[in-house]
């Protein structure tokens, strides 16, 4: 109980690396010992929200924030687990406080970015998904949902020519690795699901060459009329 922080375990390093059945082993042992640590509570349930036990996973996130109140990483789970069960309005004001208490975690305005679009206010949700592209993340989800946003706002080509930007750029680094993925060849055999995810980015990434040549034409036909 004297030395309660988050990484005096294995169990961090376990979840990161989706290893769940020893991270939770961890998490559990540390709960053993120290029944009202709020890091091995979150832990776990950090363990369940990743396994879609939604409600176990509450229930840890809500004990962990007992203990310690306003615990970012439980805040943030907690918020996770709102969105997933769809009780959109507890969701929002949770993610709202993880935002003032880290301004610069990219997730909390991604989440944002997919509630605010839910209420069709695709104004806010575009301005989010920038912002969390902005803090770091890009990926063909974030991309792909600011295009369709995009698609209901009037003044868009700002928001289009971002999205875009984004899209080449994340493109160009999966380029390099595919060039380079003789280095992680050996890994990516004993990898099935790897492999599988990769070729699933390379279709998602022809799907958004073809969105965007639809787009321009769209633009051209605009200009002309």
């Known amino acids: 109980p004297a030395y309660r922080v988050n990484d005096n375990n294995y169990g961090p390093l376990y979840l990161a690396r989706r290893q769940f059945s020893r991270a939770k082993e961890e998490f559990s042992k540390i709960a053993m010992v120290d029944s009202k640590n709020p890091y091995a509570l979150a832990g776990l349930g950090a363990v369940c929200l990743l396994k879609r036990q939604y409600q176990q996973a509450k229930r840890y996130f809500l004990s962990a924030l007992e203990i310690k109140?306003?615990?970012?990483y439980a805040l943030l789970g907690l918020a996770k687990v709102e969105f997933s069960l769809k009780n959109l309005k507890k969701a929002k004001k949770l993610f709202c406080h993880c935002q003032t208490l880290q301004p610069l975690d990219p997730q909390v305005y991604y989440f944002l970015g997919r509630i605010y679009e839910k209420e069709k206010n695709f104004e806010e949700a575009a301005l989010?998904?920038?912002?969390?592209?902005?803090l770091g993340l890009n990926n063909l989800n974030i991309i792909k949902a600011?295009?369709?946003?995009?698609s209901h706002i009037e003044k868009k080509d700002g928001i289009v020519e971002y999205a875009m930007a984004r899209f080449w750029e994340f493109k160009k680094g999966f380029t390099h690795y595919r060039?380079?993925?003789s280095r992680y060849a050996s890994h990516a055999a004993r990898n099935k699901l790897h492999v599988k995810r990769t070729r699933k980015l390379e279709k998602e990434i022809k799907g958004l060459e073809k969105v965007n040549k639809q787009i321009?034409?769209?633009?051209?036909m605009v200009g002309k009329g």
Do not use: I
């Not at 321009?216 to 051209?220: I, S, T």
């Open 128 to 134: 989010q998904y920038q912002d969390a592209m902005r």
């Open 146 to 150: 600011l295009l369709r946003v995009s």
């Open 216 to 220: 321009r034409v769209l633009e051209r």
């Open 69 to 72: 109140k306003n615990l970012p």
């Open 179 to 181: 060039l380079h993925a």
